[in-house]
């Protein structure tokens, strides 16, 4: 199941930058808890409720288990959050905020430089897009843990048997050679392994175009 869109819009259209800012870090470590459940064999072991933010991100680096680039982006913005949270006349600098969108990578910077990206959006819509862009490669991440997590078993299974195919195709040409695209939804339907998430499965009640993933053009926040 994925994650609820129309709450994630309703977070994000609140009156003014700060309190989106801090919605949107509440979801950033929704995403950093998530990892942790996916990669740890018993999370309940952490006392994740003590655990700050930045050591959080620290786990999942170690655990491998968001790219270096995002991990990048969560320190920077927490260390953005801490400072915004303990100062008084702390005010956000746009520029500050577009140099950490445009060091996104992959598909966090394709996501954030969205076809709905204007210049001189402001501070509030280019806060959205950097989180938009964020929430949805690390929990696209995450359920690609998940489901190497719990269908261990089946890929082996899978391994075996496509590799089956192909050997027996190489020595029996009257079987015809080995296609992917015919053969292996067979083979996943033998061992019970469904199909890979893809990141259109992250929010529940967007679209995005093409339903192809993230090298499509990204629906705008």
């Avoid at 950490?100 to 001189?120: C, F, K, Q, V, W």
């Avoid at 950097?130 to 690609?144: K, P, Y």
Wanted: hydrophobic share 40%.
């Amino acid at each position: 199941m994925g994650l609820d869109y129309e709450l994630f819009a309703r977070h994000m259209n609140i009156g003014n930058p700060l309190e989106c800012f801090l919605k949107g870090h509440l979801w950033l470590e929704s995403c950093v808890n998530n990892a942790m459940e996916a990669h740890l064999a018993n999370p309940d072991a952490l006392r994740v409720d003590r655990m700050t933010f930045s050591a959080k991100v620290s786990l999942c680096d170690a655990l491998g288990a968001f790219t270096s680039a995002d991990l990048r982006a969560l320190r920077t913005l927490n260390k953005l959050r801490n400072r915004l949270a303990h100062q008084l006349d702390a005010d956000f600098d746009e520029a500050e905020l577009l140099a950490i969108g445009n060091e996104l990578d992959g598909h966090t910077a394709h996501l954030y430089h969205s076809p709905e990206r204007e210049e001189g959006d402001g501070v509030q819509a280019t806060i959205v897009f950097i989180i938009f862009a964020l929430v949805t490669s690390l929990e696209f991440q995450n359920m690609r843990a998940v489901y190497h997590k719990r269908y261990q078993t089946e890929h082996i299974a899978f391994a075996a048997r496509t590799m089956v195919r192909r050997n027996m195709s190489r020595y029996n040409p009257s079987l015809g050679s080995y296609d992917p695209e015919r053969d292996d939804p067979a083979i996943r339907e033998q061992v019970g392994l469904p199909e890979p998430p893809q990141p259109r499965d992250v929010w529940d009640g967007l679209s995005f175009p093409g339903q192809t993933g993230l090298s499509d053009d990204s629906a705008a926040p």
